[in-house]
Each structure stands twice: as structure tokens, then as C-alpha cells.
């Protein structure tokens, strides 16, 4: 158990950015006044901690920078709440696979220098479940990258954490790429490209294993940057999707925000982000390469996760499986007793989903309630 509640944090991740992000990001930004003291302690904590990423940088341009990967990355893509940590988990068992840790998530500039002690320090202060679904956290776990490319580059979807006020501009800009600049795009290549590189070197991987909701409207760029990396996609009941996101982000949001919405303002940014991102998806896996992408259901991979598991590794000629098989077998034993949260398919919510929805619940073949 950790000593500190999310809830309760007095600062919040941008404490591991460098300065340059940090000032960029909230540069013009609205700093409600309930939130000023976080806001100073965490700048304050920023600025004494950016000048460490210097040392990094010179490591990384003397050991990584022009060393090129061996292998293109396999992405995880699929809506917040879709099973992404879950298969994210089972693929992180195949030791061939590196990926980013949830201590790099909040310091990635602390990487190749000083982490043995932050990483010590977070790990006394972090809660050791997940608040809004119980699953397990650590400092060296699996976590999606996205919180990682936000404290490196002033360009990424969740700065909406900490400015939910322009979430759908941060969509539009950073999710779908609809209205990215290609100045803005182009630091996207270069700081994720790094980000890559360093998680490798640090889990001592071969291959890139990215789980990051984001990235299901970034496939064009994916491939642009990586051309043969692999895909998986997960859809899961929109029903479902709606009742967990709507708690998972009114639950995330309280320790990062900077400035407020409320409820029903994140409601309608939910439901239009949704559609958004499933558009772009669809309009842009023509980019993936044949072969490359592998769609499913997420009760169909819950219902037999070794055997589809193996036929992902089959369909999209992924190396190691028989050697990440005990491993993934003794993981899957391990989840039997895990309970997830349960949701009730309210009216209400079942008449949103319906009418934003829609569309999703056709395609899919899922039921629609009345």
C-alpha cells in the first residue's frame, strides 16, 4: 500500500517534464485558484529536477540515438476501457518484448540516470492497485505511453488531464492528427522514436509492445515512422466502453486537473471523442501493411486469451511464442481470481449510446438494448 491516494497528490505528473515542455504546455494556460498550489509545487519541483535531463540526453546521443532497432514496434490499439492493459499484460510476458514502465510514464528523463532512487521513492508513495479497476501497480509494470510523450513534448492528447477546458482541441491536434502541424508532427516522430529507444534499453527488449489508446488515431504516422509494425485492435462492447471510460476519466482527471469541467461537459467530450477516434482509425488501417493487423473482439479474446494469444503471434508472424508460453500461461492462472468491475447498463446511458453510438454497435454485431 502506498502512503499517498491519487486523489490526495499535491502535485501532479508534469513533475517529471523537462522545462522546456513544461513551459510551453502551460504557457497562456487558465490556472484556476483552487488548483495554483499544485500548480507551484509541481513547477517548483519541474524546475529542480529538468536540469538532470541534460545528462540523459548526452547518454542517449552517445549510446542510442543512431543505433537502429532491430524490430518495428507491435501497438496495442483500441478506446480506453477496451482490454488494452490486459492483452498489453499477457504480450509483456514474452521477455522479447520491451515496453514503458510506469515509473517512466511520470520521470522519462530520469531513465538513463538517477532511477534507481526516484524510482525507490515512487515506489513508497504510489497506491499498489489501480483506483479505478484494481489492477496492480508498480514502478516497473507495463503503462501506456502516452503520459511519457506528455512530460517530453508540449504536443500530446493528455495534456487534457491538466487542461480539460480544450480537450476536443486537443483531439482534433493530438489524437486524430487531423490538425497537427507538421512541425508538431514532426517532434511527435522524434520524441517517440527516443521514447522507444530508451524503454528498450531499459527492459532490455528487442522489440517495442505499445498499449496506448491514443495512437488508435495515429496509425497513418505509425507507419510513416515504423513501416512493417504490427497491429492489434480491440473493440469491446460500447455499452461497456461508455460506463467505464465516463468513471475511469471522472476518477483520473481529480488528481491532474489544473482547471475544471464538470460531469456532464467530460460526458459529451467522451461521447464525441469516441466517434472521432473510430473514424480515424477506420480511415486510416488502409496504411497498415497486409498481414500486419489483426482485429478482434475483446469477450472473444477474453473468453480463450491463450488461444488467441497464439493465433495473434500466427496471423502477424510474431516471433517467440513457444518460448512465452509457461510465462504467459503461469500470468493468465494468476488473473483467474481477478474481479472486474461490474457495470449496469443504465437507461440513460443505453439512450446515449444508442444515438452516439450507434454505428459501433452495427458494425461489431453487439446486441442493442432498448
Given amino acids: 500500500m502506498g502512503l499517498l491516494e491519487f486523489s490526495k497528490l499535491p502535485v501532479n505528473t508534469l513533475v517529471g517534464a523537462d522545462w522546456d515542455t513544461f513551459k510551453k504546455m502551460t504557457e497562456g494556460q487558465i490556472i484556476e485558484s483552487k488548483y495554483r498550489h499544485k500548480y507551484y509545487l509541481t513547477k517548483s519541483v519541474c524546475r529542480i529536477l529538468s536540469p538532470l535531463a541534460a545528462v540523459q540526453d548526452n547518454k542517449y546521443q552517445k549510446l542510442l540515438a543512431e543505433k537502429p532497432l532491430e524490430n ?5 490499439l483500441g478506446h480506453w476501457r477496451s ?3 490486459f492483452v498489453h499484460n499477457i504480450f509483456a510476458q514474452d521477455k522479447h518484448f520491451g515496453y514503458t514502465t510506469t515509473y517512466q510514464t511520470v520521470f522519462p528523463h530520469l531513465m538513463m540516470f538517477g532511477q534507481p532512487m526516484f524510482k525507490k521513492t515512487m515506489g513508497w508513495l504510489m497506491p499498489d492497485k489501480r483506483p479505478t479497476d484494481n489492477m496492480e501497480l508498480a514502478p516497473d509494470l507495463p503503462q501506456e505511453e502516452e503520459f511519457a510523450l506528455s512530460n517530453m513534448m508540449p504536443y500530446s492528447y493528455y495534456d487534457f488531464w491538466y487542461f480539460p477546458k480544450r480537450m476536443m482541441e ?6 486524430t492528427f487531423e490538425k497537427i502541424t507538421p512541425e508538431e508532427l514532426d517532434v511527435f516522430k522524434k520524441t517517440f522514436e527516443k521514447l522507444v529507444k530508451i524503454s528498450l534499453w531499459n527492459t532490455g527488449g528487442t522489440q517495442y509492445l505499445s498499449k496506448n489508446p491514443p495512437h488508435t ?5 505509425l507507419v ?6 504490427k497491429f492489434i485492435y480491440l473493440m469491446r462492447n460500447p455499452y461497456t466502453v461508455f460506463e467505464s471510460t465516463r468513471s475511469f476519466f471522472n476518477n483520473t482527471i481529480k488528481p491532474l486537473e489544473l482547471q475544471h469541467i464538470s460531469e456532464e461537459e467530460m460526458e459529451q467530450n467522451i461521447l464525441e471523442a469516441y466517434t472521432r477516434l473510430y473514424k480515424a482509425y477506420e480511415e486510416q488501417k488502409k496504411f497498415i501493411p497486409e498481414g500486419n493487423l489483426f482485429e478482434v473482439k475483446f469477450e472473444d479474446f477474453e473468453a ?3 488461444a488467441t494469444t497464439r493465433k495473434a503471434y500466427q496471423l502477424l508472424d510474431i516471433p517467440g511464442f513457444k518460448e512465452a508460453e509457461p510465462a504467459i500461461t503461469a500470468y493468465l492462472n494468476k488473473k483467474k481470481g481477478y474481479k472486474k468491475n461490474k457495470y449496469e447498463y443504465k437507461p440513460r446511458s443505453v439512450q446515449l449510446v444508442n444515438e452516439h453510438w450507434g454505428y459501433a454497435l452495427k458494425d461489431w454485431g453487439y446486441e442493442i438494448h432498448q
Fill in 224 to 229: 510513416e515512422l515504423f513501416p512493417n509494425a
Fill in 83 to 85: 482490454g488494452t492493459t
Fill in 217 to 221: 488515431g495515429r496509425v497513418k504516422a
Fill in 72 to 76: 518495428d514496434p507491435l501497438f496495442i
Fill in 304 to 306: 480463450d486469451a491463450m
Fill in 170 to 175: 486537443y483531439c482534433d491536434r493530438f489524437l
